[in-house]
């Protein structure tokens, strides 16, 4: 995968406009489509998490803004991404004072794998539709390799009427896509038959692909809808998946009993 290549969410190489908090955070349908990605994350790991504290791998992100919707203390923070538009810097301004957080910048999922520890929580949200899919692929046994616990992934639904509603949407709104679709492609992608469109970044992406990846390597997968209302994952905006690890123990402040 080549240096300029979004690990994270941002726009394109070479863009010198608004940041990306500022892009996508700022007012609006806009805003509360991507902060709705953050609230849902709050909920799973409130209905996840029986420990007081707990450790987080995030990969994609960005300034670490997921931490702050996370409702537990969390005691280990390790966070992975491209390093664009300054992200990074900002987290580890932010976060100066906990020694056990770390912002790195990488985009290759060995990185992820060198860790000894396993985590309690894998986190990605809006970052795999950015890579091509032999490197979603490496990502994704990554996580198996350091999860003990709960993997939360969110992801864009690229197809159908989710993507009919953004690219008519995008217009209204006067966001520009950066991939441009053919007409043959265009159509491929509303009758959710991504096999006729090229693949770059979201353009393509098939997140009913993702999850039967993630089927093969985790257990009690589940996938739903996130945005903007509780609606059937095909036709919502954005994914959101769920996994456990296998044999992942229920978090909890105490050690399970030994067993004899």
């Avoid at 995968?1 to 940041?19: E, F, L």
């Avoid at 993507?163 to 441009?180: D, H, M, N, Q, W």
């Amino acid at each position: 995968m080549s240096k300029h290549a979004p690990a994270s969410k941002g726009s394109p190489p070479g863009d010198s406009g608004p940041t990306y908090s500022e892009e996508l955070f700022g007012k609006g349908l806009y805003a509360r489509h991507h902060l709705a990605r953050f609230e849902w994350l709050g909920r799973k790991v409130e209905a996840l998490a029986d420990a007081a504290e707990i450790s987080v791998l995030e990969v994609g992100c960005h300034d670490g803004r997921a931490l702050s919707y996370i409702p537990r203390r969390v005691r280990r923070y390790a966070g992975f991404d491209a390093g664009w538009g300054g992200g990074l810097e900002r987290g580890r301004e932010r976060f100066a004072m906990e020694q056990n957080y770390s912002f790195i910048e990488s985009t290759n999922p060995r990185d992820v794998e060198s860790f000894t520890e396993k985590f309690d929580f894998i986190i990605c949200m809006e970052t795999l539709e950015h890579l091509d899919t032999a490197l979603v692929e490496q990502y994704v046994h990554a996580f198996a390799a350091k999860l003990r616990g709960f993997l939360l992934i969110t992801v864009p639904n690229e197809k159908g009427i989710p993507f009919l509603v953004k690219a008519t949407g995008s217009r209204v709104l006067g966001i520009e896509r950066y991939y441009p679709y053919t007409t043959a492609e265009f159509f491929g992608a509303v009758l959710g038959r991504l096999n006729r469109v090229r693949r770059i970044e979201h353009k393509g992406f098939d997140y009913a692909r993702l999850v039967s990846l993630i089927r093969n390597l985790f257990q009690s997968v589940s996938v739903e809808g996130i945005s903007p209302l509780r609606l059937p994952p095909s036709l919502s905006l954005t994914i959101g998946i769920v996994a456990s690890a296998p044999e992942c123990p229920r978090l909890s402040s105490h050690p399970p009993r030994a067993r004899g």
